[in-house]
């Protein structure tokens, strides 16, 4: 039986207009670009004209299907009849696109985020759902998908769900997300290469700025931390998409209960990734201005990196030290 939460009438609104634009978060990862171009892919399967806003994506996600949907034009004088946001938590997740929405006539937000503000006109938000690509896939299950009959949207959804479930690891992997998974390989997803692609594979800059994140790794009251300039980020050729995996493998070690990667972004500004094994972390991040999950989440602010993962570090271990009392 269908999730209440997934009662909607986009099948409507879809009904009533041509031309239709779909959002992702900036800095787009896995889940983002897996559910946007699956949703997109099924738009147009059904004859519509769909348009992704998302800026440009790593290399690595080179499989996902439907690059021919990516919005070229300018985004100025754009005033859609209708808008999707998906897989974000917020309205500045938006980036550029955010302007569009602006003055979009109809807006949707699709999203899994726990923070989420409930920003557009209807919003389909399931915190308990594993990836924004979990939710894309129970919408159109309910218009009629199936994984067999159409491969690529479904490949998108499964590498969605593999890459916001860090491989069916992270606690968001439910039943359900297993079950949806099955449903995906039976209708024929390249799993093997899926998981490769999205988990596995580095590059050679990529490894080598591995290194350098893990030369300077610090431990305060089991947070592990580090940090990487923006110097360090380009010299060894790598953007801050490259950055993925460094946080996770800090969570990894035995003596981390958290871990905070701080990477500077240019103009001053530097993010924050922070992940948890069990202390929920979103209240400090989102304090932050930041946004995510309970273990997951990330907040960009305005300092150099080192400064940054000293502030941030101080309030994680300071709260993590009240939660075990
Ligand atoms: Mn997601």
Redesign the pocket.
Known sequence: MMNDIYKNNIGDAIKNADDIYIAGHVNP?G??VG?VLAFGLYLKKVGKKPHILLEDIPERFGFFHGSELWYKGKLDELSPKLFFAV?CGDKQRLGKAAEVFDRAEVTYCID??KTNTGFADNNIINAQAS???EIIYEILSGMGFKAENDIDIAENIYG?IVF?TGGFKHNCTSRRCHEIAGMLVQGGVDTTGIHSKLLYEHTLSQARLFGIALSKIKHKDNVSYTSLTAEEISGCGCTAADCDGIVDFLLNLDVSECAVLVTERGNNISKASVRSKGFPIADIVVGLGGGGHALAAGVSCEGSAEEISEKIVDLIADGLKKWKK
Do not use: K, N, V
């Open positions: 990862d889940d983002a559910s897989d899994h985020h990836s924004a690509s969605g916001d």
